[in-house]
Protein backbone atom coordinates (compact mmCIF):
# COMPACT_ATOMS: atom_id res chain seq x y z
CA UNK A 1 0.00 0.00 0.00
CA UNK A 2 0.93 3.23 -0.54
CA UNK A 3 1.39 5.83 2.05
CA UNK A 4 -0.33 9.05 1.23
CA UNK A 5 0.12 12.79 2.28
CA UNK A 6 -1.72 15.60 2.63
CA UNK A 7 -0.98 17.76 -0.05
CA UNK A 8 -1.90 21.84 -0.29
CA UNK A 9 -4.96 20.76 -2.69
CA UNK A 10 -5.67 18.20 0.16
CA UNK A 11 -6.86 20.15 2.86
CA UNK A 12 -6.00 18.23 6.52
CA UNK A 13 -9.32 18.21 8.28
CA UNK A 14 -9.53 19.71 11.87
CA UNK A 15 -8.87 18.01 14.64
CA UNK A 16 -8.99 18.98 18.63
CA UNK A 17 -5.03 19.21 18.33
CA UNK A 18 -5.04 21.83 15.01
CA UNK A 19 -8.17 23.73 17.08
CA UNK A 20 -5.58 24.17 20.33
CA UNK A 21 -2.47 24.62 18.33
CA UNK A 22 -4.34 27.53 16.85
CA UNK A 23 -5.72 29.21 20.08
CA UNK A 24 -2.19 29.08 21.10
CA UNK A 25 -1.18 31.01 18.26
CA UNK A 26 -3.77 33.39 18.48
CA UNK A 27 -3.07 34.20 22.35
CA UNK A 28 0.65 34.01 21.82
CA UNK A 29 0.33 37.01 18.82
CA UNK A 30 -2.33 38.75 21.09
CA UNK A 31 -0.29 38.28 23.92
CA UNK A 32 3.04 39.85 22.31
CA UNK A 33 0.73 42.75 20.55
CA UNK A 34 0.02 44.01 24.13
CA UNK A 35 3.76 43.53 25.46
CA UNK A 36 4.96 46.08 22.05
CA UNK A 37 1.95 48.12 22.96
CA UNK A 38 2.80 48.84 26.60
CA UNK A 39 6.41 49.18 25.89
CA UNK A 40 5.78 51.80 23.22
CA UNK A 41 3.10 53.56 26.01
CA UNK A 42 6.30 53.51 28.12
CA UNK A 43 8.60 54.62 25.75
CA UNK A 44 6.31 57.58 25.04
CA UNK A 45 5.77 58.69 28.43
CA UNK A 46 9.44 58.54 29.91
CA UNK A 47 10.11 60.54 26.35
CA UNK A 48 8.10 62.91 27.80
CA UNK A 49 9.15 63.23 30.78
CA UNK A 50 11.74 65.95 30.11
CA UNK A 51 12.35 68.69 33.17
CA UNK A 52 11.56 71.95 32.65
CA UNK A 53 15.22 73.03 32.77
CA UNK A 54 16.78 70.57 29.92
CA UNK A 55 18.29 72.95 27.35
CA UNK A 56 16.58 71.46 24.14
CA UNK A 57 13.06 71.88 25.97
CA UNK A 58 10.44 73.13 23.37
CA UNK A 59 7.58 73.31 26.13
CA UNK A 60 9.42 76.06 27.64
CA UNK A 61 9.88 79.17 25.17
CA UNK A 62 11.42 81.68 26.13
CA UNK A 63 10.92 84.16 23.01
CA UNK A 64 7.94 85.69 21.45
CA UNK A 65 8.45 83.48 18.35
CA UNK A 66 8.68 80.48 20.54
CA UNK A 67 5.69 81.13 22.41
CA UNK A 68 3.98 81.95 19.32
CA UNK A 69 4.75 78.41 17.99
CA UNK A 70 3.75 77.21 21.23
CA UNK A 71 0.66 78.50 21.16
CA UNK A 72 -0.20 77.05 17.95
CA UNK A 73 0.64 73.37 18.62
CA UNK A 74 -0.60 72.84 21.87
CA UNK A 75 -4.61 73.04 20.76
CA UNK A 76 -3.60 71.19 17.09
CA UNK A 77 -1.86 68.81 19.82
CA UNK A 78 -4.84 68.15 21.56
CA UNK A 79 -7.12 68.15 18.03
CA UNK A 80 -5.05 65.64 16.71
CA UNK A 81 -5.31 63.81 19.81
CA UNK A 82 -8.86 63.41 19.92
CA UNK A 83 -8.88 62.53 16.02
CA UNK A 84 -6.71 59.63 17.26
CA UNK A 85 -8.25 58.17 20.21
CA UNK A 86 -11.41 58.45 17.98
CA UNK A 87 -9.77 56.78 15.17
CA UNK A 88 -7.81 54.08 16.86
CA UNK A 89 -10.58 53.75 19.71
CA UNK A 90 -13.21 53.09 17.13
CA UNK A 91 -10.94 50.55 15.02
CA UNK A 92 -11.00 48.75 18.58
CA UNK A 93 -14.36 48.77 19.07
CA UNK A 94 -14.98 46.99 15.48
CA UNK A 95 -11.90 44.49 15.82
CA UNK A 96 -14.15 43.56 19.46
CA UNK A 97 -17.61 43.67 18.13
CA UNK A 98 -16.72 41.74 15.59
CA UNK A 99 -14.23 39.08 16.12
CA UNK A 100 -14.69 35.40 15.82
CA UNK A 101 -13.17 32.58 17.35
CA UNK A 102 -10.93 30.70 15.01
CA UNK A 103 -13.03 27.30 14.48
CA UNK A 104 -16.11 29.72 13.86
CA UNK A 105 -14.67 32.03 11.17
CA UNK A 106 -16.59 32.15 7.54
CA UNK A 107 -15.60 34.38 5.03
CA UNK A 108 -18.68 34.61 3.88
CA UNK A 109 -19.61 35.73 7.04
CA UNK A 110 -19.04 39.81 6.77
CA UNK A 111 -19.83 42.63 9.16
CA UNK A 112 -22.84 45.23 7.69
CA UNK A 113 -21.08 47.42 5.10
CA UNK A 114 -21.49 51.47 5.12
CA UNK A 115 -20.01 51.90 1.49
CA UNK A 116 -22.53 53.72 -0.04
CA UNK A 117 -24.38 55.68 2.41
CA UNK A 118 -23.82 59.54 1.28
CA UNK A 119 -24.63 60.92 4.70
CA UNK A 120 -21.52 58.89 6.51
CA UNK A 121 -19.41 59.59 3.05
CA UNK A 122 -20.09 63.06 3.19
CA UNK A 123 -19.87 63.46 6.72
CA UNK A 124 -16.54 62.03 7.22
CA UNK A 125 -15.07 63.82 3.68
CA UNK A 126 -15.78 67.37 4.67
CA UNK A 127 -15.36 67.37 8.79
CA UNK A 128 -11.32 67.04 8.16
CA UNK A 129 -11.53 69.32 5.31
CA UNK A 130 -13.06 71.91 7.70
CA UNK A 131 -11.39 71.25 10.38
CA UNK A 132 -8.33 71.57 8.56
CA UNK A 133 -9.43 74.72 6.69
CA UNK A 134 -9.43 76.40 10.48
CA UNK A 135 -6.36 75.20 11.49
CA UNK A 136 -4.56 76.14 7.85
CA UNK A 137 -6.07 79.43 8.88
CA UNK A 138 -3.98 80.33 12.04
CA UNK A 139 -1.07 78.60 10.71
CA UNK A 140 -0.41 80.68 7.71
CA UNK A 141 -1.19 84.01 10.16
CA UNK A 142 1.52 82.23 12.32
CA UNK A 143 3.94 81.91 9.71
CA UNK A 144 3.63 85.54 8.49
CA UNK A 145 4.38 87.03 12.04
CA UNK A 146 7.28 83.88 12.05
CA UNK A 147 8.87 85.93 8.89
CA UNK A 148 8.37 89.83 9.95
CA UNK A 149 11.47 91.35 10.11
CA UNK A 150 12.75 94.64 11.70
CA UNK A 151 13.12 97.88 9.57
CA UNK A 152 15.40 98.43 7.28
CA UNK A 153 18.86 100.32 8.83
CA UNK A 154 20.65 97.63 11.16
CA UNK A 155 22.87 98.07 14.04
CA UNK A 156 25.36 101.12 13.81
CA UNK A 157 27.39 102.22 16.88
CA UNK A 158 24.52 100.66 19.25
CA UNK A 159 21.83 101.87 18.36
CA UNK A 160 19.16 100.00 15.50
CA UNK A 161 18.80 96.09 15.15
CA UNK A 162 21.02 93.93 14.98
CA UNK A 163 21.47 91.71 12.02
CA UNK A 164 23.38 88.61 12.31
CA UNK A 165 24.28 85.75 9.66
CA UNK A 166 24.61 82.37 10.51
CA UNK A 167 26.80 80.10 7.97
CA UNK A 168 26.66 76.56 8.68
CA UNK A 169 30.02 74.83 8.69
CA UNK A 170 30.87 70.82 8.91
CA UNK A 171 31.01 71.14 12.02
CA UNK A 172 30.34 74.07 13.66
CA UNK A 173 28.46 77.54 13.61
CA UNK A 174 29.87 80.79 11.93
CA UNK A 175 28.17 84.38 13.05
CA UNK A 176 28.88 87.47 11.64
CA UNK A 177 27.26 90.54 13.10
CA UNK A 178 26.88 93.72 10.64
CA UNK A 179 28.10 96.26 12.58
CA UNK A 180 28.54 99.13 10.26
CA UNK A 181 24.86 98.94 8.89
CA UNK A 182 26.21 98.38 4.87
CA UNK A 183 24.75 95.08 4.93
CA UNK A 184 27.12 91.33 5.07
CA UNK A 185 28.25 91.38 1.63
CA UNK A 186 31.61 93.55 -0.31
CA UNK A 187 30.64 95.27 -3.46
CA UNK A 188 32.85 92.19 -5.17
CA UNK A 189 31.41 93.10 -8.92
CA UNK A 190 31.74 96.29 -9.08
CA UNK A 191 27.98 97.26 -9.91
CA UNK A 192 27.42 99.13 -7.22
CA UNK A 193 24.62 98.42 -4.41
CA UNK A 194 21.03 98.55 -5.42
CA UNK A 195 20.10 101.39 -3.31
CA UNK A 196 20.98 104.10 -1.05
CA UNK A 197 21.05 101.86 2.23
CA UNK A 198 23.94 100.00 1.13
CA UNK A 199 21.65 96.38 1.21
CA UNK A 200 23.37 93.44 -0.05
CA UNK A 201 23.19 92.81 -3.69
CA UNK A 202 21.73 90.08 -5.00
CA UNK A 203 24.89 89.31 -7.52
CA UNK A 204 27.26 89.54 -5.22
CA UNK A 205 25.31 87.37 -2.81
CA UNK A 206 25.50 84.62 -5.64
CA UNK A 207 29.74 84.98 -5.25
CA UNK A 208 31.94 82.38 -3.09
CA UNK A 209 30.95 83.28 0.67
CA UNK A 210 34.99 83.82 1.35
CA UNK A 211 34.87 86.62 -1.35
CA UNK A 212 32.07 87.75 -1.32
CA UNK A 213 31.79 88.53 2.96
CA UNK A 214 32.52 91.98 4.21
CA UNK A 215 35.44 91.89 6.67
CA UNK A 216 34.67 94.88 8.41
CA UNK A 217 31.85 92.80 10.02
CA UNK A 218 32.62 90.88 13.28
CA UNK A 219 33.19 87.16 13.05
CA UNK A 220 32.63 84.72 15.49
CA UNK A 221 32.30 80.79 16.21
CA UNK A 222 30.40 78.55 18.25
CA UNK A 223 28.54 81.03 20.54
CA UNK A 224 26.23 83.48 19.22
CA UNK A 225 25.70 86.46 21.50
CA UNK A 226 22.57 88.56 21.36
CA UNK A 227 20.86 91.47 23.52
CA UNK A 228 18.54 90.29 25.50
CA UNK A 229 14.65 91.92 24.75
CA UNK A 230 15.73 92.73 21.19
CA UNK A 231 14.31 91.11 18.05
CA UNK A 232 17.62 89.67 16.16
CA UNK A 233 17.22 89.07 12.54
CA UNK A 234 19.08 86.22 11.02
CA UNK A 235 20.72 85.46 7.56
CA UNK A 236 21.35 81.78 7.52
CA UNK A 237 23.40 79.88 4.82
CA UNK A 238 26.04 77.02 4.76
CA UNK A 239 29.28 76.63 3.07
CA UNK A 240 29.31 72.86 2.30
CA UNK A 241 26.27 70.84 2.67
CA UNK A 242 22.40 71.30 4.29
CA UNK A 243 22.83 71.72 7.93
CA UNK A 244 19.86 72.95 10.11
CA UNK A 245 19.82 76.24 12.64
CA UNK A 246 17.45 75.18 15.66
CA UNK A 247 17.57 77.09 19.17
CA UNK A 248 14.27 75.38 20.45
CA UNK A 249 13.27 77.70 22.86
CA UNK A 250 13.81 81.16 20.80
CA UNK A 251 12.58 79.49 17.67
CA UNK A 252 11.74 77.14 15.63
CA UNK A 253 14.30 75.24 12.81
CA UNK A 254 15.22 76.91 9.28
CA UNK A 255 17.54 75.10 7.34
CA UNK A 256 21.22 76.08 5.85
CA UNK A 257 21.49 75.69 2.37
CA UNK A 258 24.45 75.76 0.67
CA UNK A 259 24.31 79.05 -2.02
CA UNK A 260 20.79 80.28 -0.91
CA UNK A 261 20.29 83.06 1.63
CA UNK A 262 16.88 82.03 4.42
CA UNK A 263 16.07 84.70 6.69
CA UNK A 264 15.01 83.77 10.17
CA UNK A 265 14.71 86.24 13.60
CA UNK A 266 14.30 85.47 17.51
CA UNK A 267 14.01 87.38 20.59
CA UNK A 268 15.25 86.33 24.00
CA UNK A 269 13.43 87.62 26.27
CA UNK A 270 15.45 87.45 29.66
CA UNK A 271 19.49 87.22 29.77
CA UNK A 272 20.50 83.56 29.73
CA UNK A 273 21.81 81.47 27.90
CA UNK A 274 19.81 78.84 25.30
CA UNK A 275 21.25 76.05 23.69
CA UNK A 276 20.65 74.42 20.09
CA UNK A 277 21.57 71.48 17.72
CA UNK A 278 21.50 70.75 14.32
CA UNK A 279 18.84 69.20 12.90
CA UNK A 280 19.72 68.37 9.24
CA UNK A 281 22.09 65.56 8.89
CA UNK A 282 25.63 66.59 7.93
CA UNK A 283 27.83 63.84 7.77
CA UNK A 284 30.56 62.55 10.20
CA UNK A 285 29.82 64.85 13.45
CA UNK A 286 26.48 66.38 13.02
CA UNK A 287 25.41 64.79 16.76
CA UNK A 288 28.27 67.77 17.71
CA UNK A 289 26.71 70.26 15.76
CA UNK A 290 25.74 72.91 19.01
CA UNK A 291 25.55 75.88 19.11
CA UNK A 292 25.31 77.87 21.97
CA UNK A 293 23.58 81.84 22.50
CA UNK A 294 24.22 83.98 25.11
CA UNK A 295 21.61 86.91 26.07
CA UNK A 296 23.02 89.66 27.72
CA UNK A 297 21.79 92.76 28.86
CA UNK A 298 22.03 95.90 25.76
CA UNK A 299 24.45 97.58 27.83
CA UNK A 300 26.70 94.18 28.56
CA UNK A 301 26.34 93.52 25.08
CA UNK A 302 27.64 96.66 23.93
CA UNK A 303 30.54 96.22 26.02
CA UNK A 304 30.82 93.14 24.34
CA UNK A 305 30.66 94.04 20.69
CA UNK A 306 32.86 96.63 21.78
CA UNK A 307 35.50 94.41 21.82
CA UNK A 308 34.60 92.26 19.42
CA UNK A 309 35.52 94.90 17.56
CA UNK A 310 39.40 95.35 18.48
CA UNK A 311 41.94 94.17 17.22
CA UNK A 312 44.31 91.21 19.19
CA UNK A 313 47.08 92.03 21.55
CA UNK A 314 50.40 91.07 20.02
CA UNK A 315 52.35 89.19 23.13
CA UNK A 316 55.39 91.15 24.47
CA UNK A 317 58.78 89.28 22.97
CA UNK A 318 60.21 86.34 25.19
CA UNK A 319 57.08 85.81 26.71
CA UNK A 320 55.55 82.24 26.39
CA UNK A 321 52.65 83.62 24.57
CA UNK A 322 54.98 85.21 21.93
CA UNK A 323 56.40 81.48 21.63
CA UNK A 324 52.92 80.49 20.78
CA UNK A 325 52.01 83.15 18.73
CA UNK A 326 54.86 82.31 16.70
CA UNK A 327 53.64 78.54 16.47
CA UNK A 328 50.25 79.69 15.78
CA UNK A 329 51.65 81.32 12.86
CA UNK A 330 53.39 78.42 11.82
CA UNK A 331 50.71 75.71 12.17
CA UNK A 332 47.54 77.07 12.10
CA UNK A 333 46.86 80.36 10.38
CA UNK A 334 46.29 78.32 7.28
CA UNK A 335 43.22 78.02 8.08
CA UNK A 336 42.44 80.06 11.31
CA UNK A 337 42.66 84.09 11.80
CA UNK A 338 43.67 86.26 14.26
CA UNK A 339 43.42 89.72 13.51
CA UNK A 340 45.77 91.67 14.52
CA UNK A 341 46.52 95.68 14.44
CA UNK A 342 49.00 96.78 11.35
CA UNK A 343 48.24 93.49 9.03
CA UNK A 344 44.60 94.27 8.52
CA UNK A 345 41.37 92.04 8.94
CA UNK A 346 41.81 90.18 6.05
CA UNK A 347 45.81 89.06 5.66
CA UNK A 348 44.76 85.94 3.84
CA UNK A 349 42.66 87.58 0.76
CA UNK A 350 44.98 90.25 0.67
CA UNK A 351 48.37 91.07 -1.37
CA UNK A 352 50.22 91.86 -3.51
CA UNK A 353 49.99 88.95 -5.67
CA UNK A 354 46.51 90.76 -6.34
CA UNK A 355 47.77 94.22 -6.82
CA UNK A 356 46.66 95.52 -9.96
CA UNK A 357 44.62 93.11 -11.42
CA UNK A 358 41.01 94.73 -11.61
CA UNK A 359 39.07 90.98 -12.28
CA UNK A 360 40.10 89.61 -9.05
CA UNK A 361 39.54 92.95 -7.03
CA UNK A 362 42.25 92.68 -4.53
CA UNK A 363 41.09 88.99 -3.43
CA UNK A 364 42.85 85.26 -3.79
CA UNK A 365 40.58 83.08 -5.79
CA UNK A 366 42.67 79.77 -5.18
CA UNK A 367 43.21 80.50 -1.86
CA UNK A 368 42.07 76.34 -0.17
CA UNK A 369 38.83 75.65 0.99
CA UNK A 370 39.81 76.05 4.78
CA UNK A 371 40.77 79.37 4.90
CA UNK A 372 38.15 81.48 6.12
CA UNK A 373 36.55 78.57 6.97
CA UNK A 374 38.12 77.65 10.33
CA UNK A 375 36.60 79.52 13.26
CA UNK A 376 38.12 82.85 13.83
CA UNK A 377 40.03 82.89 17.00
CA UNK A 378 40.64 86.61 17.56
CA UNK A 379 38.88 86.97 20.72
CA UNK A 380 38.74 82.86 21.87
CA UNK A 381 39.21 83.66 25.25
CA UNK A 382 35.44 84.99 25.31
CA UNK A 383 33.71 82.03 24.55
CA UNK A 384 32.05 79.70 27.10
CA UNK A 385 31.82 76.73 24.60
CA UNK A 386 34.65 75.67 21.62
CA UNK A 387 35.44 72.54 19.14
CA UNK A 388 31.79 73.32 17.65
CA UNK A 389 29.79 74.17 21.17
CA UNK A 390 31.09 70.35 22.52
CA UNK A 391 33.56 71.55 25.02
CA UNK A 392 33.46 74.15 27.45
CA UNK A 393 36.62 76.81 27.72
CA UNK A 394 36.40 77.02 31.51
CA UNK A 395 35.72 74.41 33.97
CA UNK A 396 35.21 74.52 38.19
CA UNK A 397 38.48 75.07 40.00
CA UNK A 398 38.41 71.86 41.26
CA UNK A 399 37.34 70.08 38.14
CA UNK A 400 40.09 66.94 37.77
CA UNK A 401 42.00 66.87 34.94
CA UNK A 402 43.12 63.32 35.04
CA UNK A 403 39.57 62.31 35.11
CA UNK A 404 39.09 64.41 31.96
CA UNK A 405 41.64 62.33 29.92
CA UNK A 406 40.36 58.92 31.71
CA UNK A 407 39.09 56.88 28.61
CA UNK A 408 40.58 59.16 26.07
CA UNK A 409 41.00 57.75 22.43
CA UNK A 410 44.43 59.83 22.07
CA UNK A 411 45.70 59.00 25.25
CA UNK A 412 48.92 58.05 23.91
CA UNK A 413 49.73 61.54 23.14
CA UNK A 414 48.74 62.72 26.65
CA UNK A 415 51.61 60.53 28.45
CA UNK A 416 53.71 63.98 29.31
CA UNK A 417 50.84 65.64 30.60
CA UNK A 418 48.59 63.79 32.48
CA UNK A 419 49.12 65.85 35.55
CA UNK A 420 48.44 69.32 34.68
CA UNK A 421 48.71 71.83 37.07
CA UNK A 422 45.35 74.44 37.74
CA UNK A 423 44.71 77.59 35.65
CA UNK A 424 43.44 80.51 37.08
CA UNK A 425 43.47 84.11 34.79
CA UNK A 426 44.26 86.04 37.74
CA UNK A 427 43.83 89.14 35.83
CA UNK A 428 39.87 88.72 35.50
CA UNK A 429 37.84 88.88 38.70
CA UNK A 430 35.09 87.32 36.50
CA UNK A 431 36.62 84.43 36.40
CA UNK A 432 38.32 84.22 39.96
CA UNK A 433 36.29 80.65 40.20
CA UNK A 434 36.88 79.62 36.64
CA UNK A 435 40.03 78.47 35.39
CA UNK A 436 41.05 77.24 31.55
CA UNK A 437 40.14 73.85 30.48
CA UNK A 438 43.55 72.98 30.26
CA UNK A 439 43.18 69.08 29.67
CA UNK A 440 40.96 69.45 26.66
CA UNK A 441 42.56 72.04 24.92
CA UNK A 442 45.97 70.22 24.98
CA UNK A 443 43.41 66.86 23.74
CA UNK A 444 41.85 69.20 20.94
CA UNK A 445 45.17 70.77 20.05
CA UNK A 446 46.85 67.80 19.75
CA UNK A 447 44.85 65.05 18.27
CA UNK A 448 41.20 66.90 17.29
CA UNK A 449 39.98 64.14 15.24
CA UNK A 450 40.11 61.56 18.07
CA UNK A 451 37.70 64.37 19.98
CA UNK A 452 35.25 64.99 17.37
CA UNK A 453 34.39 62.37 14.03
CA UNK A 454 36.15 64.73 11.21
CA UNK A 455 38.02 64.07 7.79
CA UNK A 456 40.42 66.65 7.54
CA UNK A 457 42.37 64.83 4.84
CA UNK A 458 39.10 66.04 2.85
CA UNK A 459 39.57 69.50 4.36
CA UNK A 460 36.13 68.52 6.85
CA UNK A 461 37.93 69.47 10.16
CA UNK A 462 41.32 70.14 12.29
CA UNK A 463 43.67 67.65 11.96
CA UNK A 464 46.21 66.16 14.43
CA UNK A 465 49.70 67.63 15.28
CA UNK A 466 51.27 65.12 17.21
CA UNK A 467 54.38 66.77 16.43
CA UNK A 468 53.80 69.39 18.90
CA UNK A 469 55.34 68.71 22.18
CA UNK A 470 54.39 69.73 25.62
CA UNK A 471 56.09 72.65 25.42
CA UNK A 472 54.50 73.45 22.48
CA UNK A 473 50.97 73.06 23.73
CA UNK A 474 51.58 75.08 26.97
CA UNK A 475 52.68 77.78 24.66
CA UNK A 476 49.57 77.94 21.98
CA UNK A 477 47.58 77.87 25.22
CA UNK A 478 49.15 80.97 26.94
CA UNK A 479 49.20 82.68 23.72
CA UNK A 480 45.18 81.55 23.32
CA UNK A 481 44.90 83.35 26.95
CA UNK A 482 45.38 86.78 25.75
CA UNK A 483 42.95 86.43 22.85
CA UNK A 484 40.25 88.08 25.23
Not at 120 to 147: K, N
Not at 206 to 219: G, H, R, Y
Request: glycine share 8%.
Amino acid sequence: MTDFTPSASCPRPRTDENMTLVKSRTISGRAASLRAGLTLFAALALAACADEEKPLNTFEPEGPRAEMIDDLMRPIWWIAGVIGVLVVGGGIVLAIRNRVKPEDYDPEDLPEQVHGNPTLEWGWTAAPAVLLAGISVFTVLAIWDLEEANDPGGYLDGEGELDVMVIGQQWWWEYRYDIDGDGFFEDVDGDGFPNSTDEWDPDDAEWPLEIALDDDDISVANELVIPAGQQIDLTITSRDVIHSFWIPRLNGKRDAVPGRLHSWNFTAEEPGEYTGWCTEYCGLSHARMRMNTIALPPDEFDEWIANQATTADIPAAGSEAAAGRELFQQQCASCHIVWEEGIGQDPLYTGERNEGDADRQGRDFEAPLTAKAAPNLTHFATRSVMAGAIYSTYVGLDANDNDLNEGQENAQYLDDYLDLPSFIDESDDELDELRWNRAQLKRWIKNAPSQKDMAPDDLRGMPAFPGLSDDDLDHLIAYLATLD
